[in-house]
């Protein structure tokens, strides 16, 4: 059974940092991601960012800001979050699929494997 779950989520001022996680098991993946579902945006995630054995991607309003990695097993997908800003505030997923196209890695629709998502929240 495939398990994605996140942690790391909660509560920090502007400018601070948090770290994200997601542990998966169950399967081997190609291709990891994070999106966000932001407050008002209820019925779409956002792509953040995504990690495959040679790629790495970022969404405009992560990059410099945000990184994407894995550990040495690749089984857990890291987001470290710096310089974070009232507009970050959203709940996170992590996402993963078994295949990679490298024209669909923003795409929500593509990954077959979600996390439970962890709340994220930056005061002003």
């Known amino acids: 059974q495939v398990q994605l779950v996140e942690s790391g989520g909660g509560l920090v001022q502007a400018g601070g940092s948090l770290r994200l996680s997601c542990a998966t098991s169950?399967?081997?993946?190609?291709?990891y991601g994070w999106f966000r579902r932001t407050p008002g945006k209820e019925q779409e995630r956002e792509f953040v960012?995504?990690?495959?054995?040679?790629?790495?991607y970022y969404a405009d309003s992560s990059k410099g800001r945000f990184t994407i990695s894995t550990d040495n097993g690749k089984t857990t997908v890291f987001l470290q979050m710096n310089s974070l800003k009232p507009e970050d505030t959203a709940v996170y997923y992590c996402?993963?699929?078994?295949?990679?196209?490298?024209?669909?890695?923003?795409?929500?629709?593509?990954?077959?494997?979600w996390g439970q998502g962890t709340q994220v929240t930056i005061s002003s």
């Open positions: 996402a993963a699929d078994r295949s990679y196209t490298a024209a669909f890695y923003d795409r929500e629709a593509f990954y077959d494997y």
């Open positions: 169950g399967d081997t993946f190609s291709i």
């Open positions: 960012a995504a990690i495959t054995t040679t790629d790495i």
